[in-house]
């Protein structure tokens, strides 16, 4: 048969990889500057754009959406043409996804400081951003399938079986967790309020670290590892089993992130169980990779490249084992909330995501180059530098989390909580914090000495755009539908191919959020909960833009020590007005939800200028510019106007005295801090966050009737 | 690097593992949170199915057959559980599929990776009948029922025995170790308020003759304990005993006329120990 011939595009490769060490070194760097804040509260430097609140967001979506994502393409846009046997559908999509994406970046580490977030983890970006990412999203999908429709080779190998799931999970979870109502250009409501908003948030928030941490870095896998050892991959069975029944299963395990909340309860339970049923299918990745080294372990010991992918698949199977335990009730409720989590996220991070990046990088750059690698020493003194930069990391975190816990939910004899100061759980593991940063900083060192290592041999060696290949085309005779081979049928495909998963990943989503939306007993109203005032709707948004949420929850746990500690445990139908919903997933300090009326108003003044005048030793960063910021009203109508539209009961026409109403709460609390001897105005920010302050938890306050059977 | 294994050495495996583990479990009656064991026997767990999943395969990975003749325990545990073609036989498995140059075995999924998928689909299963239809009135919030339950008896037991001082029963105490005791407590928890020479601060001033929900050791006890949530004092019950808020409440009545610079201006009306005392 005649050869066709044809190149593959291994500029977009570059260029993407370039991004990925970029974005990876910014990443890194601003998690050890808000590591470092932790101790070091001050290094806030009083700067709104600088505070822990947040610089967080930027951190986890620059490591996840930017060092991750970036990676993600560079080895799509390697792996997809050559496993195709073609190039790639359109060279223009390739760089107007590239571009896309990277503006996406640049308007995130802008946005982000800024203070214009929508509070839901991982998908903080606001409503223009969001718009964007679905059509860069939409550009690298069309360029994905258009390389599969003209693919030479008959049938689709296992990794662009986790792409195509990818990419359709992926575009469902963007659309569905981003539905919102803009106020104005950069502000908007969510649809959903509540304990649905907390559902959807989670559902998409998991399944972000399922589909954008998981599946496409195990397709990534599923290329590189055999490639590097040189290998067959070691059973093609387990493949099919695994990829299914990870992509069915791992879309109904969202729910294991609100165990013990106001979730019902039978969707924690279908939380619970089915992370525990996800164990095999994820093992079934990294037996599968670790199984394919099968005769190469000799060489393992002499490869840095074979010793990242080991140690990323191995952290890849510790961190899924963990986090099926994680969702177990009785673990998740010393976990929650605590460093613990930390911990298990940067084992994904660092050792999955991180080493598997690294050990393509080192095998990738010489070959696009044509040279070999600069340095070995170099890249081993990466691969033990980084371990140890997780070993610092993890166990510090695990310590901690473990530590605070328990401290949290200590007894004295007498019945009294052994540290009724929340405060003294902080400061009891700051020496782990300090330990955290130098096991980060550790494995920065080690990515700053790849990124040398790599320049080093990109110099020497000769980049070429193009590179030539030649195939012949695909037979276009019918593959007979028999059985036993029903999958290598669908492998031929893609568009069937597409369909299946959809529908696979689908059910999860379908029969967890339906009933919650739609069955009202899972949901019980509490007629004393009533919206809130325009000043505190404000002080709200305030709360969102300083992103109190990244480290005080407003979720109290029907645990005995939290009732004691905060109040009276939430309940469902106390959210109903909470578009977006703030219940948090990490207690940097304590839990707010039941705050109103705790702290005299002047406390909350004093608090926001200066923590550490009300609490001596807290780490929480000053607020100063809150007294001095006049509060912006303009949008007061808007935001009264929209929440109507989400459901909110506001009467018809309050929006136009809802100013009024505003004025006249906010000077009440302005004289109230001025008998007291602060020098407060009334149309300052501080008011509004205050009055939302003392609102929180106070409807159903001392009201145990409305607990919920 | 070779290993061998024989029935012995396996007994002593699964002895020492067991060992560990009726520890855990011996440990988890004394009544400390059961919680902290779950995760020891936890990480135990995790430890030993990583430390046999390295041992099934470790032959594999060496890449040679360490035994020969009669297969020892272990190596037939490992066959039935792997159930493998070794490295030298791939070839009769190797299936036609080459992409960019890889290819693929056709192994079988290992049985023990299919067991431990059933045992986990089974267990979701038990979970969810266990707490959705047989016991369904048995929710977090019974599990949380309960423990006030416990705790609620606990503390009747302990104030039968007088181990509690209440506002009713509480007396003055003057003794110097006391008042020194009652003063680091106000230095932790009511110098942000009321300032450290009680001058007052967000609270009243604490050593004039006026007070807002009177004077006296049983007034002040109560306000301590109680708070005032309504004026901003919060209540302190949760986070001091009653012997504590009883020493800081006396130090807060040996403060009285210390005169402190710029103190906040009365409030309240005047107390007078006495006359009140004695009515």
Redesign the interface.
């Known amino acids: 048969m005649e050869l066709e011939k044809f190149s593959y595009d291994n500029e977009i490769v570059r260029k993407f990889g370039l991004a990925t060490v970029v974005w990876g070194l910014v990443g890194m760097l601003v998690g050890i500057f808000i590591a470092t804040q932790l101790f070091v509260p001050s290094l806030s430097f009083n700067l709104p754009f600088l505070t822990f609140g947040r610089i967080r967001p930027l951190h986890t979506n620059a490591v996840i959406f930017a060092f991750v994502g970036n990676a993600i393409f560079m080895g799509v846009y390697y792996?997809l043409p050559?496993?195709c046997?073609a190039s790639m559908f359109s060279k223009a999509l390739s760089n107007f996804h590239f571009w896309g994406w990277q503006l996406i970046i640049v308007a995130a580490a802008i946005s982000l400081p800024m203070g214009f977030t929508t509070s839901k983890e991982y998908a903080e970006l606001e409503w223009p951003i969001d718009i964007a990412i679905a059509v860069v999203w939409i550009a690298f999908g069309i360029n994905m399938f258009g390389t599969i429709i003209k693919r030479r080779?008959k049938?689709m190998?296992v990794?662009i079986w986790f792409y195509i799931a990818t990419w359709v999970t992926v575009t469902v979870l963007h659309v569905v967790n981003s539905i919102e109502l803009p106020v104005s250009f950069l502000k908007s409501y969510p649809v959903y309020a509540g304990v649905q908003d907390a559902l959807v948030q989670w559902w998409y928030g998991h399944n972000a670290v399922a589909f954008f941490l998981t599946t496409p870095y195990l397709g990534l896998m599923y290329?590189f590892l055999?490639?590097a050892a040189n290998r067959?991959?070691?059973?093609?069975?387990?493949?099919i089993?695994h990829f299914w029944?990870l992509i069915f299963i791992y879309i109904w395990a969202g729910p294991h992130h609100l165990l013990?909340s106001a979730l019902p309860?039978?969707a924690?339970?279908?939380g619970?169980?089915?992370s525990?049923?996800?164990?095999?299918?994820s093992?079934?990745g990294m037996?599968n990779g670790?199984?394919t080294l099968?005769?190469a372990?000799?060489r393992v010991r002499e490869d840095p490249i074979l010793k990242f992918m080991v140690v990323a698949v191995t952290a890849y199977g510790?961190a899924t084992?963990?986090g099926p335990?994680l969702s177990l009730?009785?673990?998740n409720?010393?976990a929650h909330f605590t460093d613990w989590i930390i911990a298990h996220v940067h084992i994904g991070a660092l050792g999955w995501n991180g080493f598997l990046t690294f050990g393509i990088l080192y095998w990738l750059i010489p070959r696009l180059w044509k040279t070999n690698l600069y340095s070995r020493k170099l890249a081993n003194f990466h691969f033990w530098i980084g371990t140890l930069g997780i070993v610092f990391y993890a166990s510090s975190m695990y310590w901690s989390g473990?530590t605070q816990s328990?401290m949290w939910?200590q007894?004295?004899p007498?019945?009294?909580?052994q540290y009724?100061?929340f405060l003294e759980t902080v400061l009891q593991i700051i020496p782990m914090y300090i330990i955290r940063m130098i096991g980060g900083s550790l494995y920065l060192t080690g990515v700053v000495v790849m990124v040398y290592n790599l320049f080093k041999t990109a110099k020497r060696g000769s980049f070429q755009k193009e590179e030539d290949a030649e195939a012949p085309p695909m037979e276009l005779k019918r593959e007979p539908f028999k059985k036993g081979s029903r999958h290598r049928w669908l492998e031929g495909k893609p568009l069937q191919f597409i369909v299946a998963s959809l529908v696979v990943v689908l059910i999860g989503g379908i029969v967890e959020m339906v009933p919650t939306f739609l069955i009202k007993s899972n949901i019980p109203t509490i007629a004393s909960v009533k919206p809130y005032t325009p000043l505190e709707l404000q002080g709200r948004d305030i709360y969102i833009r300083e992103a109190c949420n990244s480290c005080h929850s407003q979720l109290i746990r029907?645990?005995?020590s939290e009732?004691?500690?905060y109040g009276e445990?939430s309940k469902a139908g106390e959210f109903v007005y909470d578009h977006p919903f703030l219940w948090g997933s990490k207690r940097t300090g304590p839990d707010l939800q039941r705050e109103g009326?705790?702290?005299?108003?002047?406390?909350h003044y004093?608090h926001m200028e200066n923590p550490q005048?009300?609490?001596?030793g807290s780490i929480m960063p000053r607020f100063p510019w809150l007294l001095t910021n006049d509060l912006d009203t303009s949008y007061t109508r808007k935001k009264i106007s929209v929440m109507r539209t989400l459901g909110v009961p506001y009467p018809d026409g309050y929006e136009n005295v809802a100013n009024d109403d505003l004025t006249k709460q906010s000077e009440n609390i302005a004289l109230d801090l001025q008998k007291?001897?602060a020098p407060a105005e009334p149309n300052k920010e501080i008011i509004a966050l205050i009055a939302y302050l003392q609102r929180l938890g106070t409807d159903i306050k001392g009201d145990s009737s409305s607990?919920?059977? | 690097m070779k290993l061998k294994f024989n029935s012995t050495k396996i007994s002593f495996l699964v002895l020492f593992v067991l060992s560990f583990f009726s520890q855990v479990f011996a440990q988890s009656e004394t009544g400390f949170p059961p919680n902290y064991y779950d995760i020891i026997a936890l990480l135990l767990l995790f430890i030993v199915i990583l430390v046999f999943t390295g041992l099934i395969y470790f032959e594999e990975i060496t890449g040679k057959s360490t035994s020969k003749g009669k297969p020892s325990l272990f190596s037939r545990l490992k066959k039935s559980l792997s159930s493998s073609v070794p490295v030298e036989q791939e070839e009769e498995i190797l299936l036609d599929h080459d992409y960019d140059g890889i290819k693929e075995l056709d192994n079988r999924i290992p049985p023990w990776y299919n067991y431990l998928f059933y045992v986990t689909i089974v267990f979701g299963i038990v979970y969810m009948l266990y707490y959705h239809v047989f016991s369904s009135d048995k929710s977090m919030y019974d599990e949380y029922k309960e423990e006030m339950h416990t705790a609620q008896i606990q503390k009747e037991e302990l104030e039968k025995t007088g181990t509690f001082i209440n506002a009713e029963n509480v007396k003055l105490l003057t003794s110097p170790a006391d008042l020194s005791s009652g003063k680091s407590i106000f230095e932790a928890n009511c110098v942000a308020c009321h300032r450290k020479d009680a001058g007052g601060l967000v609270g009243p001033n604490l050593t004039d003759d006026y007070w807002i929900h009177g004077g006296g050791i049983k007034n002040i006890f109560h306000t301590i304990s109680e708070g005032v949530p309504q004026k901003g004092m919060i209540s302190w019950k949760t986070q001091l005993n009653p012997k504590q808020i009883q020493e800081v409440a006396s130090y807060v009545i040996s403060l009285h006329g210390t005169n402190p610079e710029n103190p906040k201006p009365p409030q309240g009306t005047i107390w007078k120990e006495d006359e009140k005392n004695n009515e």
């Open positions: 792996s050559r496993l046997k080779e049938h190998y990794a290329y055999p490639k067959p991959i070691y059973s093609y069975r387990l493949s089993i029944a013990y309860y039978w924690q339970s279908l619970t169980v089915f525990i049923m996800l164990i095999a299918p093992w079934g037996i670790l199984l099968r005769g372990w000799d510790m084992f963990e335990m009730k009785n673990v409720a010393i473990i328990l939910k007894f004295t007498q019945g009294l909580l009724p100061n029907p645990f005995r009732t004691e500690r445990y009326g705790k702290y005299p108003n002047v406390w004093l005048s009300m609490s001596p007291n001897g607990s919920v059977k």
